[in-house]
């Protein structure tokens, strides 16, 4: 979440952001963001106005009784105030919630290298790495070759939990296992610490590594409590070091994080619905660092 003050300090650079993102509503709800903090801040300065007033009315009528003279009127005053006080108070907390919902919906700001373009056709190609392979035979998709290497279920999973699960069985769960170790592996030798991260997490560390708003729809909540399955390692890795304050030679923090994900994938009905693509459930290896941006 980007901090209120970066925000105020900073506001054409995130306007920008959003623009460049093309996203109306965060643009829409930015300003709002904006309106809300100015009458935040308006707010906090009568309340601190109002408790100056209770503090004088306060000591008049100290004064007075000790006078023995009479302090009902300026008791009336001071009732007023302290009224006025809890009213203000109670809008404060409404806006500075309401103001902290859309904070954390504005997206960390875009790195300047970053593309501008109407979709992902004007990406641009960084960088790639090795070739299309040619085969001398006919190419069979993974689909036959789960059923053909017996190394996969996806019929008997679906018995048992629907659509979007499998089995995998025999020569394919050593070579998933085997894969994982080659990516933790080869992160640990570029100095990534391995972490098992817990499978759950609760909605208000969740939060602040992504925005459940967008996210939600694809993620599987435990019913009657307050925790999430993972989608990814990434989110449980963020969140591993939230409130933490770091000295620069603390960093970089560099985790490899391996972890069963799940995901709903609502919305993908009828995209790669064969075999073991967009699945609820799958294995991954991920890395995540913690850095000054520079």
């Known amino acids: 979440m980007l901090h209120i003050r970066f925000i105020r300090e900073n506001v054409d650079l995130i306007r920008k952001n959003l623009e460049w993102r093309k996203d109306k509503a965060k643009l829409k709800e930015f300003d709002h963001l904006l309106e809300l903090d100015e009458r935040i801040r308006d707010l906090m300065k009568e309340i601190q106005d109002l408790r100056t007033q209770r503090n004088n009315l306060s000591r008049e009528v100290g004064k007075l009784k000790k006078a023995g003279s009479d302090a009902s009127k300026v008791m009336k005053?001071?009732?007023?105030?302290?009224?006025?006080?809890?009213?203000?108070?109670?809008?404060?907390?409404?806006?500075?919630?309401?103001?902290?919902?859309?904070?954390?919906?504005?997206p960390n700001v875009l790195h300047e290298t970053v593309p501008y373009g109407a979709d992902d056709e004007d990406n641009?190609?960084?960088?790639?790495?090795?070739?299309?392979?040619?085969?001398?035979?006919?190419?069979?998709?993974?689909?036959?070759?789960?059923?053909?290497?017996?190394?996969?279920?996806?019929?008997?999973?679906?018995?048992?939990?629907?659509?979007?699960?499998?089995?995998?069985?025999?020569?394919?769960?050593?070579?998933?296992?085997?894969?994982?170790?080659?990516?933790?592996?080869?992160?640990?030798?570029?100095?990534?610490?391995?972490?098992?991260?817990?499978?759950?997490?609760?909605?208000?560390?969740?939060?602040?590594?992504?925005?459940?708003?967008?996210?939600?729809?694809?993620?599987?909540?435990?019913?009657?409590?307050?925790?999430?399955?993972?989608?990814?390692?990434?989110?449980?890795?963020?969140?591993?070091?939230?409130?933490?304050?770091?000295e620069p030679g603390d960093l970089p923090i560099k985790l490899a994080g391996v972890s069963t994900c799940f995901r709903k994938e609502a919305g993908s009905h009828g995209k790669d619905t064969k075999g073991i693509f967009r699945v609820h459930q799958f294995n991954k290896v991920e890395q995540f660092v913690f850095s000054h941006p520079d």
């Open 124 to 246: 641009e190609v960084v960088k790639e790495w090795g070739g299309n392979p040619e085969f001398k035979f006919e190419v069979a998709s993974h689909v036959d070759l789960l059923e053909t290497l017996d190394i996969g279920d996806i019929q008997s999973a679906a018995k048992i939990a629907g659509s979007r699960f499998y089995y995998l069985k025999n020569e394919l769960v050593m070579l998933d296992i085997a894969m994982q170790q080659m990516a933790l592996g080869m992160l640990i030798k570029k100095g990534y610490a391995p972490l098992y991260p817990p499978f759950m997490m609760r909605r208000e560390p969740y939060e602040g590594v992504t925005d459940l708003a967008d996210f939600e729809d694809v993620m599987y909540k435990i019913e009657g409590e307050d925790l999430y399955l993972i989608a990814t390692s990434e989110h449980p890795m963020a969140a591993m070091h939230m409130n933490d304050i770091f």
């Open 77 to 106: 005053q001071a009732e007023k105030v302290n009224k006025r006080i809890a009213e203000v108070e109670t809008e404060t907390g409404n806006l500075e919630a309401e103001s902290k919902r859309i904070q954390m919906r504005i």
